[in-house]
């Protein structure tokens, strides 16, 4: 082989390197963005007047646009072409960004947050469409979507420490603006290195997701609403009545599309059906742990934002420990046994946190559940997706992938929403720590649930 062609070949592979490395970083930011934001929400709620019920919207508005929209985004990549839709799902994700570190009024905030969720699950689905379609052989491939699960599992927990960092030492507005610079280098370099990929002619089901997502808000929103004005408050009344009519058009509509956004025969499966909902619960009391946890540690322990951070790094560090040994695990005793044992662990750790006072200290006190609920969450993730992606034909992978990810966010966003509202009901105006005991209490009587749910529903092995 001649010098000239093994410098083609060195420059197409520094080429793909390059590609690989722009996708993921994309996939970075949209792991790091709904978390990013945790250990700034004291500061969130000071500067612009958020309420205590009203102040879970800065992390549901992007969970409920992500997690809603995502199976139209996957649609409508395979419509557009993946790099098109990428393009365009991030420069939504961009603008929203910026939107939202200049916002001044809450109100502007969740809509720029919303605009943020609506852009990542337009183009979130196509990062790993591009990982796979830039992989020239089976080997590139699974180097390639080892590379798109680390930066996602990295990248959550990173947000925290880095929103701690830009809290601390410039403003949590930074921890929105951030996405702007890094978000123009992406979209100005991507068209460049990636060849589009052959659109695929369908036929939109708008309907679907736009019921999907009306009936997710008004769930989460009722509960927001009972924390707010009470629970027959006609505000609440109304966004709960409106839940189940929106199901039933969803599960219509997709009964009778051509091409729905989901194959409802995917739900016919016991054991995925469990996994789904045994997922959407403990990533639910996941979610509402480090939204309640952060404002104990800066509200009542006088934690910064960089500290408290930090304070979450045992929890990273034993979920990435745990995580290696996981798959020996799930070939061992199987998805059903870990799912259970997970969750009550995650039981364990919530009635750990339920005790926490006011003059509590970070050892024992919130180290020792905190390390608790990372074991727990490790046996949950893992199993949990294998118990949801088993046994799904080759033809219906996208669309499983994509339900496991908008349940996902779903489940995050309703569990805060739940347990930010007991907190409120049962607490004390001014003693954040007075409403702790009642809001974990639930959370660990929800995740028992789960431990049920995978023991009844989820197959052994």
């Given at each position: 082989?001649?010098?000239?062609?093994?410098?083609?070949?060195?420059?197409?592979?520094?080429?793909?390197?390059?590609?690989?490395?722009?996708?993921?970083?994309?996939?970075?930011?949209?792991?790091?963005?709904?978390?990013?934001?945790?250990?700034?929400?004291?500061?969130i709620?000071?500067?612009?007047?958020?309420?205590?019920?009203?102040?879970?919207?800065?992390?549901?508005?992007?969970?409920?646009?992500?997690?809603?929209l995502?199976?139209?985004?996957?649609?409508?990549?395979?419509?557009?072409?993946?790099?098109?839709?990428?393009?365009?799902?991030l420069?939504v994700?961009v603008?929203?960004?910026?939107?939202?570190?200049?916002?001044?009024?809450?109100?502007?905030?969740?809509?720029?947050?919303?605009?943020?969720?609506?852009?990542?699950?337009?183009?979130?689905?196509?990062?790993?469409?591009?990982?796979?379609?830039?992989?020239?052989?089976?080997?590139e491939?699974?180097?390639?979507?080892?590379?798109?699960?680390?930066?996602?599992?990295?990248?959550?927990?990173?947000?925290?420490?880095?929103?701690?960092?830009?809290?601390?030492?410039?403003s949590?507005?930074?921890?929105l603006?951030?996405?702007?610079?890094?978000?123009?280098?992406?979209?100005?370099?991507?068209?460049?290195l990636?060849?589009?990929?052959?659109?695929k002619?369908?036929?939109?089901?708008?309907?679907?997701?736009?019921s999907?997502?009306?009936a997710?808000?008004?769930?989460?929103?009722?509960?927001?609403?009972?924390?707010?004005?009470?629970?027959?408050?006609?505000?609440?009344?109304?966004?709960?009545?409106?839940?189940?009519?929106?199901l039933?058009?969803?599960?219509?509509?997709?009964?009778?599309?051509?091409?729905?956004?989901?194959?409802?025969?995917?739900?016919?499966?016991?054991?995925?059906?469990?996994?789904?909902?045994v997922?959407?619960?403990?990533?639910?009391?996941h979610?509402?742990?480090?939204?309640?946890l952060?404002?104990?540690?800066?509200?009542?322990?006088?934690?910064?934002?960089?500290?408290?951070?930090?304070a979450?790094?045992?929890l990273?560090?034993?979920v990435?420990?745990?995580?290696?040994?996981?798959?020996r695990?799930?070939?061992?005793?199987?998805?059903?046994?870990?799912?259970?044992?997970?969750?009550?662990?995650?039981?364990?750790?919530?009635?750990g946190?339920?005790?926490?006072?006011?003059?509590?200290?970070?050892?024992?006190?919130?180290l020792?559940?905190?390390?608790?609920?990372?074991v727990?969450?490790?046996?949950?993730?893992?199993?949990?997706?294998?118990?949801i992606?088993?046994?799904?034909?080759?033809?219906?992978?996208?669309?499983?992938?994509?339900?496991l990810?908008?349940?996902?966010?779903?489940?995050?966003?309703?569990?805060?929403?739940?347990?930010?509202?007991i907190?409120?009901?049962?607490?004390?105006?001014?003693?954040y720590?007075?409403?702790?005991?009642?809001?974990?209490?639930?959370?660990?009587?929800?995740?028992?649930?789960?431990?049920g749910?995978?023991?009844?529903?989820?197959?052994?092995r």
């Open positions: 082989m001649s010098s000239v062609t093994l410098g083609r070949v060195a420059s197409a592979s520094r080429r793909r390197a390059l590609a690989l490395a722009i996708v993921l970083a994309a996939q970075c930011m949209f792991a790091m963005d709904l978390l990013i934001v945790v250990v700034a929400l004291p500061r709620q000071h500067d612009l007047g958020f309420n205590p019920a009203s102040l879970s919207w800065v992390l549901n508005a992007f969970g409920l646009a992500f997690g809603g995502l199976l139209l985004g996957g649609r409508l990549g395979d419509m557009l072409g993946q790099v098109r839709a990428f393009r365009i799902g420069a994700f603008f929203g960004s910026l939107l939202g570190g200049l916002a001044q009024t809450p109100g502007l905030l969740i809509a720029a947050r919303v605009l943020q969720g609506a852009g990542a699950a337009l183009a979130g689905p196509s990062v790993l469409a591009l990982v796979i379609v830039m992989a020239r052989n089976a080997a491939q699974a180097r390639g979507m080892s590379l798109f699960i680390a930066v996602s599992s990295v990248g959550a927990s990173a947000g925290l420490i880095l929103g701690g960092v830009l809290t601390e030492y410039l949590w507005r930074w921890a603006l951030i996405n702007v610079p890094v978000g123009i280098i992406v979209l100005l370099t991507i068209g460049r990636i060849a589009e990929t052959v659109p002619p369908a036929r939109l089901d708008v309907v679907g997701a736009v999907a997502t009306l997710s808000v008004a769930l989460v929103y009722g509960f927001v609403s009972a924390a707010d004005h009470g629970w027959s408050a006609a505000g609440t009344l109304l966004s709960f009545a409106l839940v189940l009519p929106m039933v058009l969803f599960i219509r509509v997709q009964r009778r599309h051509r091409e729905p956004l989901l194959d409802l025969h995917l739900l016919r499966d016991r054991s995925r059906t469990g996994g789904l909902l997922m959407a619960l403990i990533v639910g009391m979610f509402s742990l480090l939204f309640m952060v404002q104990y540690l800066q509200r009542i322990m006088g934690y910064t934002p960089l500290m408290a951070g930090f979450y790094l045992p990273t560090a034993t990435f420990a745990i995580s290696h040994v996981v798959p695990l799930i070939v061992r005793f199987g998805a059903r046994v870990l799912l259970a044992t997970g969750s009550v662990l995650v039981a364990a750790s919530l009635a946190f339920a005790l926490l006072g006011s003059d509590a200290s970070y050892f024992p006190a919130v020792l559940p905190l390390l608790i609920h990372a727990g969450i490790a046996l949950v993730f893992a199993p949990g997706t294998v118990a992606m088993h046994g799904v034909p080759d033809e219906h992978a996208g669309a499983a992938s994509g339900l990810q908008m349940d996902q966010q779903i489940g995050g966003a309703l569990g805060i929403a739940v347990i930010t509202s907190h409120m009901l049962t607490g004390v105006p001014g003693q720590a007075a409403g702790l005991p009642a809001a974990f209490g639930a959370g660990a009587a929800i995740a028992l649930v789960a431990a749910i995978a023991w009844g529903a989820v197959r052994g």
